[in-house]
């Protein structure tokens, strides 16, 4: 099988996972004249998923054959798919000629298991080390870690990648077992307890200028939405732990796709790709802007998806509104809808030199239409009754679009 025909095959087998974002590593380019490659994605062509999300990273597997039978996976040892493998070599060389032709910014890479983990393990590091020591290749590299593989390989990956993440697949460990009893979710939980420690021990050598590099975009990991009976509140409880408990850069969202000749385990359906939006703007809540997930996901469990969380909460607690905007904390502002971080920012530096007037919003780069009814201002007053009244959620539910028939 050519080259070609295996990046057709490995390319659109890597498309379910959404762990993919390059952000938060280090900077470090090739202008010296020494190596290749950038981190900050100069000059490069993306290319966007169906859904909507940016992806500037080759990203593929090494192989789609494995020896593991996962339910939800369409790569899985029973599944009757295509199967074809990279070599070391032609994932290094791929790379490079991507990276020249402007196509990427680095390169995503994982794989399905084969012979063993440490053998595809050690299949990962291989590909980063050459780039890295025998082309130079300062580009961004992220690479998804086994497991079960031997800590010194793991070790040795983030001494070449910028970012490894481990997937712990489902949000629990029941629906675990059920739908990929090969994996264990306590050897998930021990290696990235593992690397947290590793991590916070080359964050404390940073100090010295000769101590090795190790992951600085730190660890990330994914679950699948949707592929089992679990609740919003579930999923948003299990990235708190994940936050928490092993320093996580980011928990990803991935809505599960119905399979050919999929398990009767399975839902016939995919959930709606809303969900995993709002999923995605809980998690933000979750660990920008001061909520817990009883605020976000308490009651029913399920996240409104007609309306963004933020939103949802706010009109729960209108008591707490209508705001005074020059005299609210900032950990009160960031609960308003509309504003963001940014704005929330801009809002306490503006007000440090004069009161913000509703003429100012827009200047803040603020929605006037999201934010007035939930504050007040020298010159405007949210309506007597605005607050309290069904009329406020109608005004600022997303109005309906007409879906395409696909005709």
């Known amino acids: 099988m050519d080259v070609r025909r295996k990046l057709e095959i490995l390319a659109d087998a890597a498309k379910y996972d959404a762990s993919c974002a390059s952000s938060g590593t280090e900077k470090r380019d090739a202008r010296d004249g020494k190596g290749i ?14 859904d909507g999300r940016c992806i500037s990273l080759l990203k593929i597997l090494m192989t789609n054959a494995c020896m593991y039978d996962c339910l939800y996976c369409v790569n899985r040892a029973s599944s009757n798919v295509q199967r074809a493998r990279f070599t070391v070599d032609e994932v290094v060389d791929l790379t490079l000629d991507f990276y020249r032709r402007n196509y990427i910014e680095g390169l995503f890479l994982s794989s399905g298991i084969i012979r063993s983990p440490d053998y595809t393990m ?10 890295r020591l025998e082309h130079g290749f300062k580009g961004y590299i992220h690479l998804k870690t086994i497991p079960d593989a031997d800590p010194d390989l793991t070790t040795e990956a983030g001494l070449f990648a910028d970012r490894l993440s481990i997937n712990v697949e489902l949000p629990t460990e029941t629906g675990l077992s059920a739908l990929a009893p090969e994996k264990d979710a306590r050897a998930i939980r021990r290696t990235m307890g593992n690397l947290r420690v590793r991590l916070e021990e080359a964050k404390a050598e940073r100090k010295n200028p000769k101590a090795p590099r190790f992951a600085p975009a730190g660890q990330s990991t994914q679950m699948i939405i949707g592929a089992d009976g679990s609740t919003d509140r579930t999923i948003l409880d299990t990235s708190a ?12 969202y991935s809505a599960f796709s119905p399979i050919p000749d999929a398990s009767r385990s399975l839902p016939l359906a995919a959930p709606p790709l809303m969900r995993e939006h709002r999923l995605y703007q809980a998690d933000w809540l979750l660990r920008f802007y001061g909520f817990s997930v009883e605020e976000i996901a308490g009651g029913a469990g399920m996240l409104p998806l007609d309306i963004d969380p933020k939103l ?3 009109l729960q607690h209108r008591d707490w509104f209508p705001l005074d905007v020059n005299r609210a904390s900032r950990e009160q502002l960031l609960r308003v809808p509309g504003l963001g971080k940014k704005a929330v920012d801009r809002i306490l530096v503006a007000r440090r030199h004069r009161a913000v007037r509703s003429d100012d919003l827009l200047r803040l780069r603020v929605s006037p239409g999201k934010v007035l009814p939930f504050v007040v201002l020298p010159d405007h007053r949210p309506k007597l009754g605005l607050l309290d009244g069904e009329q406020l959620v109608a005004k600022l539910r997303p109005p309906a679009r007409q879906m395409s028939l696909g005709l």
């Open 37 to 50: 490659g950038s981190t900050e994605g100069m000059g490069i062509c993306h290319s966007y998923a169906p």
């Open 122 to 131: 050690e299949q990962l590091v291989r590909v980063a080390r050459k780039l």
């Open 241 to 252: 732990n994940l936050y928490g408990s092993y320093r996580l850069k980011r928990v990803y």
């Open 312 to 314: 949802a909460w706010a």
